[in-house]
């Protein structure tokens, strides 16, 4: 009598399919993850990808169900697919369009650290030399109020930007009274050693955040950062603490450098961070720029030991998390979110049109404009290719649609480049131009060479394993993955 | 060392066999040529490659070739489809027709 | 479980139609407002004018016309409460001010025909319910804070259905307005349109996504082609901004995918404004198919917070509906809703020595009867 119909009714009733856009990649041995345009994966055996891709996968297949599901297929019984995967492609998009967000400026070069890992800084009395003037500070906020963005952030670096504390003092006044519509929010990025009551409570004033460095442990932070009085870390801890007591607990945060003296210490690094309260690490591998190519600290380690390094870390917070104690890291967190999210984290390494320029740009102290923290690095090894103006010679126009700007941007665009046009983690990842070619001489890089790139597809691989094996990661890397989380 | 790997011209494609050398840059280098009913690779390892190091290199290799084939299928069939998602993506009417 | 239509004894009707009548315990009204209003009547007095008189006990002669001796279990209604009365003493209490989920079932045609339907279509023309419907609208109580409208598919209706909520927006312009539809009718975005032009501040679209596999949406809904006429309904309404909730029913059906579905909302739909993890009602076709569909709530309950997690990770406001505390775990508590409608909900034998008893939404007074949980215990202090 049944008026009810079996769920073979409802299957689709052809066995022909069409294939979306997909991109693979060899997870290990047996299993492959396939991406699609949204950057949505699923795992599968290799025999079932090459069974897909020659239409031999059947409906009643567990893994054909998954992967209409998750938009790699379209057949007679739906093709609602290609409308969700183009609204989660603008949704990722919209983002791009609120263009350069970050504007570093560079008060001042002098510091009175002297780390052998340093990029850029001088330790030199010379004010006029080193610090950034009125005329640049007021042309490069001229710049950055132009730029489209409705919120855009101003970020205070150096050197140790408070030792040209009056100019940042004047470059936040001036923008309060010039921002019109814009919200501006400021950081100030200084190793706390000359934090004080008068700075602090201009920041209070002002809102202003505080980011500064933390590399671990007392001996190691001291280590790699000396300073006369070897009192580094000390000066960091006060500094914390003074200013969580006027600006509140979750107004300062911290980055740290991986030395080769970190490696092996990665969970006492993470056990400093939690015990100083912070919610979180950002494990960071060195950069190959500035004396830390020339003084061969960046040489110290390869994309091996960096993994190792970063997988420990990442393994150690997970305990802790599965302990009860929140903590997360913040690199992983990035690249979940474009994962399991539609949402585009705009982390200038990761993005693809690569960001440089449009995700940051740096006004520099003697009033040349890089586009991004890492081409000025590079420039002050001497290598100029990321200069793409100066505040009192060129207008924003000529800036921003320089070639210095725009053809790094386009030849490393990651859909066209050889061998990241096939990747599955093409959209996960980043075209990093400077990266490239402060180490290979051009903005692409030959890939499997690449150290940026092994050592992503490294990250994004172990990320996914994991999440894959254990119900527990899963979730907290959802968690993670959030926007604003 | 030095290694011949022949590829049938009436299974795989030039192409298919020059993206997977491709991968490889940065453990062998890879000539590649026409050879009647096959393509032949030449294959150059680095000096102090063992023998065990060189066959499990061309293992490799031989899978990666195969996995340039599929991706070769499905760049073929779904590139009509990838433009049409990304118009509509950036197209401020969207996917959904009026009805 | 409250007893909604009876029959009463009739004397002296002279009623020529099923009408509307407010109910009202006071006798003392205005007589030029009378004539609407039913008189509950307490003290025996029955002064002339209202519409009808209700009683309890077996008065023989109040003096007055259209007087319907009503049954005991009907003496919960109050004051404020909307009663359909026909000349032949059929009652229906179609409104309770007391109630905080008041809903108008609008019609019993529907385009799907759901497994666990709990309201089994039925192909005839029931438009009269539409009509008591915007009837009802004048004579409820504008404080009201929540009316809700079902079916069937109420949007079968088409812009007779966009007329009813322009009209409750006119009549009620407080009160927010729940709709159950299966939401197939918005893939015509013009229809989407003029709904959204309507510009009701808060009415919120429940629409079922049972499955993210499209074969088994249809299956459970006993529909081709439903999933991706639903999809593209929600889309339409997100695009004119208009509210939408995702409505799963969790059953042997839906178990198996509803972390993946829960994923698939995640990805595709994270601009929905809420989302309902319901438990399974023991009535209309569940009964019939139980052997499809019943899985104790006890198995899937590691499933169900998984579910949750993810949607609460992606910061979609969820609820979960139908569950007894017992049977699910700890941690999804700050989404459990005590949500069955008062008038259905009630408790087992092994409920009575519970120390939750007053936190648990309890059960359908149907799975009472017909089907619950075999690990249903009474949480101690």
């Known amino acids: 009598m049944s008026k009810f119909q079996p769920i073979e009714f409802y299957k689709n009733k052809t066995h022909s399919y069409e294939l979306l856009p997909l991109r693979f990649e060899a997870l290990d041995d047996q299993s492959y993850v396939v991406t699609n345009m949204a950057g949505e994966y699923l795992t599968l055996p290799r025999d079932k990808l090459s069974k897909l891709v020659k239409h031999q996968l059947t409906s009643s297949d567990p893994d054909y169900i998954n992967l209409r599901a998750r938009h790699f297929l379209v057949d007679d019984k739906t093709s609602i697919a290609k409308d969700l995967l183009a609204i989660k492609l603008r949704t990722k998009y919209s983002n791009l369009s609120e263009f350069t967000g970050l504007h570093i400026f560079v008060v001042s070069l002098r510091c009175e650290h002297s780390c052998p890992y340093c990029q850029v800084s001088r330790a030199s009395d010379d004010k006029v030399a080193f610090d950034m003037s009125k005329e640049v500070a007021d042309k490069s906020l001229d710049l950055a109020l132009k730029a489209p963005a409705q919120n855009i952030k101003i970020e205070f670096q150096g050197g140790e930007p408070l030792l040209n504390f009056p100019l940042i003092k004047y470059i936040v006044e001036r923008a309060e009274s010039l921002r019109g519509t814009k919200n501006i929010g400021y950081v100030i990025a200084t190793n706390l050693a000359l934090i004080n009551d008068q700075v602090l409570e201009f920041c209070k004033q002002h809102k202003i955040q505080i980011s500064t460095s933390l590399d671990g442990p007392k001996d190691l932070h001291n280590h790699n950062r000396p300073r006369k009085g070897s009192n580094s870390y000390e000066k960091a801890i006060e500094g914390i603490a003074s200013t969580r007591r006027y600006l509140g607990k979750y107004s300062v945060s911290a980055l740290m450098t991986t030395t080769k003296a970190s490696l092996g210490r990665v969970k006492e690094i993470i056990d400093e961070y939690v015990e100083r309260e912070f919610g979180g690490i950002f494990l960071r591998p060195l950069s190959p720029y500035g004396f830390a190519l020339k003084t061969k600290t960046y040489a110290a380690y390869d994309a091996e030991k960096w993994h190792e390094f970063f997988v420990e870390g990442l393994e150690y917070i997970i305990e802790l998390n599965r302990r009860g104690k929140e903590f997360r890291e913040f690199y992983a967190a990035t690249i979940l979110s474009k994962m399991l999210t539609s949402t585009e984290p705009g982390y200038v390494d990761l993005m693809s049109p690569a960001g440089i320029g449009i995700g940051a740009v740096v006004y520099n102290y003697d009033g040349k404009v890089f586009a991004s923290d890492e081409s000025r690095m590079l420039a002050e090894m001497g290598e100029n290719k990321f200069q793409i103006g100066h505040v009192l010679k060129d207008t924003y126009e000529q800036i921003f649609l320089s070639d210095a700007l725009l053809d790094p941007i386009e030849e490393s665009f990651a859909y066209s480049v050889p061998m990241c046009t096939d990747c599955a983690f093409e959209s996960y990842c980043g075209a990093d131009p400077v990266f490239h070619y402060g180490i290979y001489k051009d903005f692409v890089g030959r890939k499997p060479d690449s150290e940026f790139c092994n050592r992503n597809m490294k990250i994004f691989k172990y990320l996914i394993k994991r999440m894959e094996e254990d119900s527990f990661v899963k979730q907290l890397f959802t968690d993670w993955a959030q926007p604003n989380a | 060392m030095e290694l011949q790997v022949f590829f049938d011209k009436a299974i795989y494609s030039a192409e298919a066999i020059k993206k997977a050398a491709y991968r490889f840059i940065d453990k062998f280098s890879a000539v590649i040529s026409e050879n009647g009913t096959s393509y032949s690779c030449f294959i150059k390892f680095p000096d102090k490659s063992t023998d065990a190091q060189a066959a499990r290199l061309v293992d490799e290799f031989k899978k990666e070739v195969l996995d340039q084939d599929l991706r070769e299928s499905i760049k073929r069939e779904t590139e009509g489809v990838r433009n049409l998602i990304l118009a509509h993506t950036f197209s401020k009417a969207g996917l959904i027709k009026d009805e | ?381």
């Open chain 3, 1 to 381: 479980m409250l007893k909604l239509y009876g029959r009463g004894v009739v004397e002296n009707f002279t009623l020529d139609r099923s009408r509307l009548f407010t109910l009202t315990k006071n006798s003392q009204i205005p007589i030029g407002e009378r004539q609407d209003k039913a008189l509950i009547i307490e003290n025996g007095s029955a002064p002339e004018g209202f519409g009808a008189y209700l009683t309890f006990d077996a008065t023989k002669d109040l003096g007055q016309v259209n007087h319907l001796e009503l049954p005991e279990e009907m003496n919960y209604i109050d004051e404020g409460d909307i009663a359909r009365i026909s000349p032949s003493g059929r009652i229906g209490i179609i409104f309770r001010k007391k109630s905080p989920n008041n809903t108008f079932l609008l019609t019993e045609r529907c385009n799907h025909y759901c497994l666990m339907c709990s309201q089994p279509p039925k192909d005839h023309d029931d438009s009269w319910l539409m009509e008591e419907a915007i009837e009802a609208l004048d004579l409820i109580p504008k404080d009201t804070a929540n009316i809700g409208y079902t079916g069937g598919e109420p949007t079968l209706y088409g812009d007779q259905f966009i007329e009813l909520i322009t009209k409750t927006k006119k009549a009620l312009p407080n009160t927010a307005i729940d709709v159950l539809t299966n939401g197939r009718t918005f893939k015509d975005s013009s229809f989407a349109k003029r709904y959204a032009d309507v510009n009701h501040h808060d009415c919120l679209l429940g629409i079922p996504i049972y499955s993210d596999d499209p074969a088994r949406h249809d299956y459970v809904v006993q529909a081709n082609g439903a999933f991706d006429e639903t999809m593209q309904g929600i889309l339409n309404l997100k695009r004119f901004n208009q509210k939408v909730e995702i409505r799963v029913v969790i059953h042997k059906q839906t178990i198996d995918r509803l972390v993946q579905t829960c994923e698939f909302i995640a990805r595709n739909l994270i601009f929905v404004d809420h989302v309902a993890l319901m438990g399974l009602e023991m009535m209309g076709f569940t009964r019939a198919n139980l052997d499809k569909l019943w899985i104790d709530p006890y198995e899937y309950k590691d499933t169900l917070s998984r579910a949750l997690g993810i949607l609460n990770s992606y910061g979609i406001r969820t609820s979960i509906y139908n569950h007894q505390l017992c049977v699910v775990n700890q941690d999804i508590k700050s989404n459990y809703v005590k949500s069955i409608s008062d008038w259905k909900n009630e408790y087992v034998e092994e409920c009575d020595s519970c120390v939750k008893r007053s936190e648990c939404g309890g059960f359908f007074s149907s799975s009472k009867k017909y089907r619950y949980s075999d690990h249903i215990r009474a949480f101690k202090e």
